[in-house]
Every structure is written in structure tokens, then in C-alpha cells.
């Protein structure tokens, strides 16, 4: 599986996670629930990159708003948290794969080549 599959994939579950949100699973859970997938998967793949990092911190800061989103509150604002989430979860898989780098742990382990993009649109 490339690299790129896992970014797409930890984007997807976090997705998934966001539109869940109450009903599947707990306040205190949810920033780290939808991280998890892009730092078992992808975090430790790609050479450090301020970027990425600025939106992971991103999605973080959107999970804990979409958690901390009252249980009495209007649709409306339910509906604006999570929006806000999925943002960042896309713009954090954009940057991934905008500007991911492969790292020598993900070549080994079979997700392409060191010093190559993540993306495959990047490879030409």
C-alpha cells in the first residue's frame, strides 16, 4: 500500500469520525480518536515538515471545538464544528500530499521510495 493510500485513508476515518461525533464516542476522545489513524500511519512516514504539522495541530484544535460544542446546542452550531473539522482534516490531507516527503522507515516498510513525494500527481 502507498503511502499516499494511508493518507487518504487516515483522512477518510477522521471523516468518519467527525460525522459520527456525539454519538460515537466520548468528549475527551474525539482529538485524539481522529488523529490516530494519520499518526500510527502517516506522522511517523513523511520527513518532519512544519506544514503538516500546523495542520495536524489544526485538526486538533477543530476536534476539541467540535467536542466541547454543548449538548443543548442549535443544529446550526453542531453542524459549523463539524464543518470546521472536516476542513481541517482536508487541509491536512492536502498538505500531506502536497508536500510529503517519503522517509527511509516508509521505504522500508514497503510505501515507496525515500526522498519521493507522497503523492503520486507530484512523480510526474
Not at 6 to 28: I, N, Q, T, Y
Not at 37 to 63: P, Q, Y
Not at 112 to 121: E, I, Q, W, Y
Amino acid at each position: 500500500m502507498s503511502l499516499e493510500d494511508l493518507v487518504r485513508g487516515a483522512a477518510a476515518e477522521a471523516r468518519r469520525l467527525a460525522a459520527a461525533f456525539p454519538a460515537a464516542g466520548r468528549k475527551d476522545d474525539l482529538p485524539w480518536a481522529v488523529i490516530a489513524a494519520f499518526d500510527a500511519d502517516v506522522r511517523g512516514h513523511v520527513e518532519r515538515d512544519r506544514r503538516i504539522e500546523d495542520e495536524r495541530d489544526r485538526v486538533l484544535i477543530a476536534s476539541v471545538t467540535l467536542a466541547e460544542t454543548p449538548a443543548e446546542a442549535e443544529a446550526e452550531e453542531w453542524d459549523r464544528a463539524r464543518r470546521h473539522l472536516v476542513r481541517a482534516v482536508d487541509y491536512l490531507e492536502e498538505t500531506v500530499l502536497r508536500f510529503g516527503i517519503v522517509n527511509r522507515l516508509a521505504a522500508k516498510r514497503g510505501h515507496g521510495a525515500a526522498g519521493d513525494p507522497v503523492s503520486a500527481l507530484r512523480r510526474g
